[in-house]
């Protein structure tokens, strides 16, 4: 079964940098663009990044563009989240989750279980 | 950036009863509409993509509805696991969420 399982969270100060990962399992990883949303405490959902399958494209929300890059290594189907200049306001959990339909069909049918950042002094 | 506006924010239902989610964008996103459901503590699941899909294993009490600017989700017969928050989302340009509907016991 299709499984995502993130880790790296924890607490780090702010102007810090962190790195994000997501194992992947049970789907052909390279076939799918993968996608990283977080939820800040008590509040919605907010799409941060995707990067295809081939990892040849990627995009950013405007609230991390030029802070955050997503990256993937298929040969460990791994997908990472390098966050840099961290801010207050970054302080979420963070999902990965699976693209589910065609290319640049930008819903999620598989997500992991969320891995929490807090960025605080 | 699309907005996605949800109604109401929170919906107190009996169980058996039938409720009715509303979604609206702010610009036309055709059919590119997704509902996700989402527990405490959970990841979210998704529901319905196209607007009216079901995802894989979603019983049929769920069904979507909707073009354009305007949709619906409709749970026909509530039952206690469907007691959540629910998200749609768009994805007709870059992901945008709505803020949530609650849906409580009433």
């Known amino acids: 079964q299709v499984q995502l399982v993130e880790s790296g969270g924890g607490v780090v100060q702010p102007g810090r940098s962190l790195r994000l990962s997501c194992a992947a399992s049970?789907?052909?990883?390279?076939?799918?663009?993968m996608h990283w949303v977080r939820q800040a405490p008590g509040k919605g959902l907010e799409w941060v990044a995707v990067?295809?399958?081939?990892?040849?494209?990627?995009h950013y929300a405007d609230s991390v563009k030029g802070r955050f890059t997503i990256s993937r290594d298929n040969s460990k189907n791994t997908l990472y989240l390098q966050m840099n200049s961290l801010r207050a306001e970054d302080t979420a959990v963070y999902y990965c989750?699976?693209?589910?339909?065609?290319?640049?069909?930008?819903?999620?049918?598989?997500w992991g279980q969320g891995t929490p950042l807090t960025v605080s002094s | 950036e699309i907005v996605m506006t949800q109604s109401p924010a929170t919906l107190s239902v009996s169980p058996g009863e039938r409720a009715t989610l509303s979604c609206r964008a702010s610009?036309?996103?055709?059919?590119?509409l997704a509902w996700y459901l989402q527990k405490p503590g959970q990841a979210p699941r998704l529901l319905i993509y196209?607007?009216?899909t079901r995802a894989t294993g979603i019983p049929a009490r769920f069904s979507g509805s909707g073009s354009g600017t305007e949709f619906t989700l409709t749970i026909s017969s509530l039952q206690s696991e469907d007691f959540a928050v629910y998200y749609c989302?768009?994805?007709?340009?870059?992901?945008?969420f709505g803020q949530g509907t609650k849906v409580e016991v009433k």
């Open positions: 196209g607007a009216s």
């Open positions: 610009q036309s996103v055709s059919s590119h």
């Open positions: 989750a699976r693209e589910g339909g065609a290319v640049a069909d930008y819903y999620f049918d598989y």
């Open positions: 989302q768009q994805y007709n340009s870059w992901p945008t």
């Open positions: 049970g789907f052909t990883f390279t076939s799918y663009g």
């Open positions: 990067i295809w399958h081939d990892g040849s494209n990627k």
